[in-house]
């Protein structure tokens, strides 16, 4: 079954949502944070934050946008692009708590940063945007500055560029459609899917439901932005999934926690408790500190070796690069406390990046050695030629299914209230491969190859997946681990 999330794409200007014609004629619509939580109540799979004049001005406005959203109880990916211009900026917005980053007009000037990012931070964070008008037959030009300036770049020469720079995803937006509601190019989206191996994400031009079935149907587009049918009200989510459902797409995307408009249900909010999340300057650990908080747990932000012996229960989150990652626990002294804290017994949570630095090595960039704690390897997806499989691409950045590892597994473990054929969020290009396959609690499938999603060692787990931005089914886990 193929994947396409529905994303919900919120331009913003200022300190409102905007929306117009040909990314011209703006007109508010509303507020960021407000919109984002409304979307993610409706079902969205990502929300798409795009500043849409921070190049014009040389600013960054969306690392407050992004709290904002996140304090609200936002708890899905969240892509943010506008006036990114260098790594450091991508760095304040990950640990603002983007999952991922989109850059247009830094890329066109600078190329190598792309490439530079995605060393620093893992090709899946970093997203290729690209604006484009079309100027002949199955001809468009690259546009930056939200369609206000030219590059002379071909559109899809530039795509395919950027993926060889080191984009793990592309966003595509048809400034010819945009907000005309007319349905999406599906002619520029399908020739750009069809030379690029890695996630597409197609923008512009949704009127109706139909037109989001459409170029589900007829592209390799891996997402579908909607803006203007839902800030105008003329349709919502679940009546677009609907649509998807109905017309027999045999796509996959989240379904909602029976709660998810509510308060957190089954949760046992025992304030005592004490949840130090290790902050080694890689990755978005504001909404793990939301998401902890949401469900009642105390959190304490821990940067040194002495804080993180102390603790009792610890997490260790990340969004980045494998080598970097190793790099800034080594810097901070933080590897050898890590280790004298399992030593102890006492419970640790590895998310992501985090769980993958548990295991002994990865090959990502080469070969890392890493902390050695779970004995194992991190390795990558084989290469889309590799795999007869419709729609597969890396990386890996989809809402897919946890399959138990055994009948068993989830028993007395953080999974221990997951339904079956729950759907949590993948974004990674390498995953775990522990020597001992008893420690892992679930799985899941991707392009023919299963691997571990979670595992479990004494009181040590590692998810691949992000329980915090997996909607009330990731906060389900996290207090299971909080009260463990």
Not at 349 to 375: M, N, P
Not at 376 to 403: D, I, S
Request: aromatic share 6%; hydrophobic share 40%.
């Amino acid at each position: 079954m193929r994947n396409v999330r529905i994303i919900s794409r919120l331009d913003v200007k200022g300190s409102n949502v905007v929306k117009g014609l040909r990314l011209e004629g703006l007109r508010v619509v509303g507020k960021p944070a407000e919109l984002a939580k409304q979307y993610y109540e409706q079902g969205a799979d990502e929300i798409l934050y795009i500043d849409i004049v921070a190049s014009l001005y040389g600013r960054n406005n969306l690392s407050n946008v992004v709290k904002e959203a996140i304090s609200l109880g936002v708890y899905v990916p969240m892509t943010v692009g506008g006036g990114v211009r260098k790594l450091e900026d991508i760095q304040e917005l990950l640990h603002a708590g983007a999952d991922k980053v989109a850059i247009n007009t830094a890329a066109t000037r600078r190329p190598e940063l792309i490439t530079e990012a995605a060393r620093r931070f893992g090709s899946q964070c970093i997203v290729g945007s690209i604006e484009a008008k079309k100027i002949g037959p199955q001809k468009w030009e690259a546009y930056v500055d939200n369609g206000r300036e030219r590059t002379g770049l071909d559109a899809v020469e530039w795509a395919v560029k950027l993926v060889e720079l080191g984009a793990g995803e592309l966003l595509i937006t048809s400034v010819d459609r945009d907000g005309c509601e007319s349905g999406y190019d599906l002619e520029l989206m399908q020739k750009i899917s069809t030379l690029v191996s890695v996630p597409i994400i197609a923008s512009g031009g949704a009127g109706n439901p139909q037109h989001v079935v459409k170029c589900a149907i007829e592209t390799n587009c891996d997402a579908v932005a909607v803006g203007s049918i839902l800030h105008y009200k003329k349709s919502t989510l679940p009546e677009i999934k609907t649509a998807l459902e109905k017309e027999k797409t045999n796509l996959s995307f989240r379904k909602n926690h029976e709660s998810v408009k509510g308060e957190v249900k089954n949760h046992e909010k025992k304030k005592g408790k004490v949840i130090s999340i290790i902050d080694y300057g890689v990755g978005n650990i504001m909404s793990v500190i939301s998401a902890f908080e949401k469900i009642g747990a105390q959190v304490k932000i821990v940067c040194a070796s002495w804080e993180v012996k102390e603790a009792t229960h610890l997490v260790l989150p990340g969004v980045g690069a494998y080598g970097e990652g190793m790099a800034q626990l080594e810097k901070r002294g933080l590897a050898s406390a890590i280790k004298e804290y399992v030593a102890s017994g006492k419970p640790l949570l590895g998310i992501c990046l985090g769980a993958q630095l548990l295991l002994s090595e990865s090959e990502e960039f080469g070969r890392h050695q890493g902390l050695d704690i779970v004995k194992g390897k991190v390795v990558g997806f084989k290469k889309p030629q590799e795999v007869a499989v419709k729609g597969y691409r890396v990386p890996h950045v989809v809402w897919n299914t946890l399959t138990p590892a055994s009948s068993l597994a989830w028993s007395n473990t953080i999974l221990g209230d997951t339904p079956l054929n729950t759907k949590v969020y993948f974004i990674h290009s390498y995953y775990l491969v522990p020597d001992d396959q008893g420690t892992v609690l679930a799985t899941t499938e991707y392009g023919g190859q299963k691997f571990c999603a979670v595992f479990k060692k004494g009181n040590i787990y590692g998810c691949q997946f992000h329980p915090e931005k997996s909607g009330e089914f990731g906060l389900d886990m996290l207090n299971l681990f909080a009260n463990a």
